[in-house]
């Protein structure tokens, strides 16, 4: 389970728990290789969506250099 590219390594999946229990899960798409990232850049989705939507982008960030993380809520 996971995407890849040509900078980016293997897609992670983890989960947190908000204060009230729910399971929270957040995708994170590292450089590959240990690279160093420019920056962390966090996408924060709207209503209706789910973080794994956003994976094309998190790849093209991860060519620019970018490190991503994204997390689902409600």
């Given at each position: 389970?996971?995407?890849?590219?040509?900078?980016?390594?293997?897609?992670?999946?983890?989960?947190?728990?908000?204060?009230?229990?729910?399971?929270?899960?957040?995708?994170?798409?590292?450089l590959?290789?240990?690279?160093?990232?420019?920056?962390?850049?966090?996408?924060?989705?709207?209503?209706?969506?789910?973080?794994?939507?956003?994976?094309?982008?998190?790849r093209?960030?991860?060519?620019?250099?970018?490190?991503?993380?994204?997390?689902?809520?409600?």
């Amino acid at each position: 389970m996971g995407s890849q590219n040509n900078t980016g390594a293997e897609m992670r999946i983890s989960h947190l728990s908000a204060p009230d229990g729910t399971q929270l899960t957040v995708r994170d798409w590292p450089l590959a290789g240990g690279a160093v990232a420019r920056a962390t850049v966090l996408i924060v989705h709207g209503l209706g969506e789910h973080s794994g939507r956003y994976a094309a982008l998190a790849r093209q960030l991860n060519d620019w250099g970018f490190a991503v993380r994204a997390y689902d809520q409600f």
